[in-house]
């Protein structure tokens, strides 16, 4: 179970690494192209975004790929998973079923390292 569970975080960490640069780097019209929620969104707050999906995804490989603190990661999922609920709502008010699906399989995944980390296959 510890290598599934390494595997789900690796996995959504690339994930949410590669989400949080492009929304913390690049500029709103080229985001806009690629995102079309972000128009409904300040720029502050898209880069607010981005900036605590890289943390996240950095939280679920750095502590327990170091050994070091490791209560951080099933926290970096719950706060992944939280975003993916936020990210659900504002894609349901969007009327986007595609995103929100996407956005639940992610939530999923969270909840799953969540569990195992937490609980029986903590580190």
Known sequence: MNVFLWILQGVLAAL??????TKA???REKLISQLPWVSDVSTPVVR??????LAGGLGLILPGAFDIA?????LAA???????????GLHARRKEPQAIG????LLIVAA????GRFGPHSF
């Open 48 to 53: 607010l975004i981005g900036v605590a999906e």
């Open 112 to 115: 799953v390292i969540m569990w």
């Open 70 to 74: 490791t209560v951080l990661t099933p």
């Open 78 to 88: 719950t706060g992944l998973a939280v975003i993916m609920v936020l990210a659900m």
């Open 25 to 27: 780097t690049q500029p």
């Open 16 to 21: 949410f690494v590669a989400a949080g640069v």
């Open 102 to 105: 996407f956005n639940a399989i």
